[in-house]
């Protein structure tokens, strides 16, 4: 079996397991006691912060641990739509995940489109003529969603550069970093954002667990009540296990960014090698893209059907985003770069990681061009 699905779900590193399971050999343990099982539980919990903070350039206390990706990115949307008491617009990207636009479109704020081109960048132009007319007395504050990389096509957006223009103009920023991180360097400070979210089991860490980092002083409102955990702005009991596997898989997924960027090189062969003999186009080829990230698109060739067909074959691949209930659909996000509905609907994505080797990368090639000359290439 060959395991090209990384950006749907990482495999868990031995450093996650180890650490998890250590916190289990602890037993009964609520970071909210305060004897002595408590204290060490809260320990594991304020440690792992230290080591997600120091992954993005932040301090810890900014730090909010929640059940995964998506749930920061409600935390985000939502939780700053409820602070400025819906004085505001949310400006969303085409290439949102879906966590992003469907909590954005459920927040009751007023919404716009940011989009991109056909290069599936952030259309900077668009935005900086956009802030430059913004009327915040019949708009509200101004808060652009934008992705720092692209789930479906590893394309990496002018984050900083946004963020820039949304702050001249007096708005805020909210990042979803969760493919991101671990796959090139993520800082806050440099990024200039206001909210970034993130998620363990992208990088190698356990499932159902992420973070919110919040600027100091940006406007945000808790959207889960309870007991008052992470300062109040995420009730529940903390997932010790979990936030211990995330510290774990974040300290060794930064630790080996040179790793991961050395796999461009052997993305970018496979890649000519399907050009040459199966006639492919790679979406976002000329755009800065993560290092194990390839979506490519043969004509005719339905993505559902090559995804099927590369099952059979033993390699795991995806068509679009894997977090849709398991649906193979035509790609919003390829729609976005002005993609015709025929290429949206006969992309496929692989993605590599932490534990692939060269021979990966061949073993997809086969396989693909396999199931081009019985289907297509006759």
């Known amino acids: 079996m060959i395991y090209a699905d990384h950006n749907a779900t990482s495999p868990l590193r031995p450093q996650?397991?180890?650490?998890?399971?250590?916190?289990?050999?602890?037993?009964?343990?609520?970071?909210?006691?305060?004897?002595?099982?408590?204290?060490?539980?809260?320990?594991?919990?304020?440690?792992?912060?230290?080591q997600v903070g120091g992954a993005i350039g932040s301090r810890a206390a900014d730090i909010i641990f929640t059940g995964g990706g998506t749930e920061a990115d409600a935390l985000a949307v939502q939780g700053v739509v409820d602070a400025l008491e819906g004085?505001?617009?949310?400006?969303?990207?085409?290439?949102?995940?879906?966590?992003?636009?469907?909590s954005a479109g459920h927040s009751g704020a007023a919404l716009q489109t940011a989009y991109v081109t056909p290069a599936g960048l952030l259309d900077l132009d668009d935005l900086r003529a956009r802030m430059?007319?913004?009327?915040?007395?019949?708009?509200?504050?101004?808060?652009?969603?934008?992705?720092l990389a692209n789930n479906e096509t590893g394309i990496i957006q002018p984050v900083a550069e946004a963020a820039a223009?949304?702050?001249?103009?007096?708005?805020?920023?909210?990042?979803?970093?969760?493919?991101?991180?671990?796959?090139?360097p993520v800082n806050v400070g440099t990024l200039g954002v206001d909210y970034l979210s993130l998620s363990a089991h992208k990088i190698g860490g356990p499932q159902?667990?992420?973070?919110?980092?919040?600027?100091?002083?940006?406007?945000?409102?808790?959207?889960?009540y309870g007991g008052g955990q992470e300062r109040s702005l995420r009730s529940g009991t903390e997932n010790v296990a979990g936030i211990a596997g995330f510290g774990a898989a974040v300290e060794v997924a930064v630790?080996?960014?040179?790793?991961?960027?050395?796999?461009?090189?052997?993305?970018?062969?496979?890649?000519?090698?399907?050009?040459?003999d199966g006639g492919i186009v790679v979406?976002?080829?000329?755009?800065?893209?993560?290092?194990?990230?390839?979506?490519?698109?043969?004509?005719?060739?339905?993505?559902?059907?090559?995804?099927m067909a590369l099952d059979l074959a033993g390699v795991c691949v995806s068509a679009g985003s894997a977090c849709?209930?398991?649906?193979?659909?035509?790609?919003?996000?390829?729609?976005?770069?002005?993609?015709?509905?025929?290429?949206?609907?006969?992309?496929?994505?692989?993605?590599?990681?932490?534990n692939s080797v060269p021979a990966d990368f061949d073993g997809v090639a086969d396989a693909w061009l396999e199931a081009a000359r019985r289907m297509v290439l006759k």
């Open 16 to 50: 996650a397991r180890d650490a998890m399971l250590a916190v289990f050999d602890l037993g009964a343990t609520n970071p909210s006691s305060v004897h002595a099982k408590g204290r060490t539980a809260r320990g594991v919990v304020e440690a792992a912060r230290v």
């Open 87 to 102: 004085a505001c617009t949310l400006i969303v990207s085409s290439i949102e995940h879906e966590a992003i636009a469907k």
């Open 132 to 147: 430059a007319d913004w009327d915040q007395d019949t708009l509200g504050t101004p808060i652009l969603c934008l992705m």
């Open 165 to 184: 223009i949304m702050r001249e103009a007096g708005g805020l920023t909210v990042c979803d970093a969760v493919q991101a991180l671990g796959k090139i």
């Open 208 to 224: 159902g667990v992420g973070a919110l980092w919040h600027r100091s002083g940006a406007p945000l409102k808790a959207i889960l």
């Open 255 to 276: 630790r080996d960014l040179p790793k991961y960027a050395a796999l461009a090189k052997c993305r970018d062969a496979m890649e000519a090698r399907l050009k040459a």
């Open 283 to 307: 979406i976002g080829e000329g755009s800065p893209r993560l290092a194990g990230t390839s979506n490519f698109v043969r004509a005719g060739f339905r993505a559902e059907t090559q995804v």
């Open 324 to 354: 849709s209930s398991g649906k193979v659909k035509r790609s919003v996000v390829l729609m976005a770069m002005g993609a015709s509905d025929a290429l949206a609907e006969s992309a496929i994505r692989t993605s590599f990681g932490w």
